[in-house]
């Protein structure tokens, strides 16, 4: 049943020719991207009759295209989605997925993007409180502690690289966390040739984290995903097997949906900077 159908008499406010103008757009897809009239009036749920004008309507506003008895839509329809994407954010974007995630591996997960020496996250997926810092939408932390971090720092040119190096006293958090600048250069190489950065309890005891990086459709890194676990229940055996390749997935899937958008990527801090 159509939601046009089970709509309630007496709601006054529903303007039933723009549903069914909308009911036409929908009815072609990637399986019939040209129909007959016949097709489209079936596939809508109206009378040919109706449909002809709704098509007719559409051709002379330029969403629609007509020739030999078969109708198609035009480009200016990717308009109609494109004003709604251009106001998403990467949370808005990433979010979705980072719950996906979260569900499967039972671990939280967070996106972060670089801000000047620090990660600041953008997205969160909590499942258990399993460090001692608070973190939310916002929340900045030294990118040379972090797993996600360290994926961005791996993602900037060389030169911006050494300027990080040069400009940042690298703290401590742990007995674990490196402050010496040539092993923190060895670790982000490592990171860069491989693809995926692991923190073990340099940020808080107990915590593991491992995290890759979200690629623009030019190949730089922009974001980063992680999923943050106990040492108590994940191994770095455990990471390698079961949490990167959903992670990679993750970050595979994220990067589809922004490279979707028509122009750019959608903004990083979203409608009024961070919100929750």
């Known amino acids: 049943m159509t939601d046009e159908a089970q709509r309630s008499p007496r709601d006054t406010d529903f303007v039933q020719s723009l549903a069914r103008g909308l009911a036409v757009i929908n009815a072609f897809d990637a399986k019939h991207p040209r129909m007959s009239l016949s097709q489209v009036a079936r596939a809508a749920g109206m009378a040919p009759a109706t449909a002809r004008r709704f098509l007719l309507t559409l051709s002379r506003l330029g969403y629609v295209a007509h020739e030999d008895g078969q109708y198609w839509l035009r480009a200016r329809t990717l308009d109609l989605g494109y004003r709604y994407l251009s106001r998403l954010s990467v949370r808005d974007v990433a979010e979705p997925h980072l719950e996906q995630l979260a569900a499967e591996v039972h671990e939280s997960s967070s996106l972060s993007v670089l801000d000047g020496d620090d990660v600041v996250y953008v997205s969160r997926v909590p499942v258990s409180r399993i460090i001692a810092i608070s973190i939310g939408l916002g929340t900045r932390l030294p990118a040379h502690l972090t797993s996600m971090g360290r994926v961005l720092l791996a993602?900037?040119?060389?030169?911006?690289?050494?300027?990080?190096?040069?400009?940042?006293?690298?703290?401590?958090?742990?007995?674990?966390?490196?402050?010496?600048?040539?092993?923190?250069?060895?670790?982000?190489?490592?990171?860069?040739?491989?693809?995926?950065?692991?923190?073990?309890?340099?940020?808080?005891?107990?915590?593991?984290?491992?995290?890759?990086p979200v690629r623009s459709r030019l190949g730089t890194t922009f974001a980063a995903v992680n999923i943050a676990t106990h040492i108590g229940r994940t191994s770095h055996d455990d990471i390698r097997r079961r949490l990167l390749p959903q992670l990679l997935s993750t970050a595979a899937r994220i990067e589809a949906d922004l490279h979707s958008f028509p122009v750019g990527p959608p903004s990083t801090l979203g409608r009024g900077g961070f919100h929750g």
């Open 155 to 212: 993602g900037l040119p060389e030169p911006e690289f050494r300027e990080h190096l040069d400009r940042v006293t690298l703290t401590a958090r742990t007995g674990h966390s490196i402050t010496d600048p040539e092993a923190l250069r060895t670790e982000i190489e490592r990171v860069r040739m491989q693809g995926w950065a692991v923190v073990d309890q340099e940020l808080d005891e107990g915590l593991r984290a491992v995290a890759v």
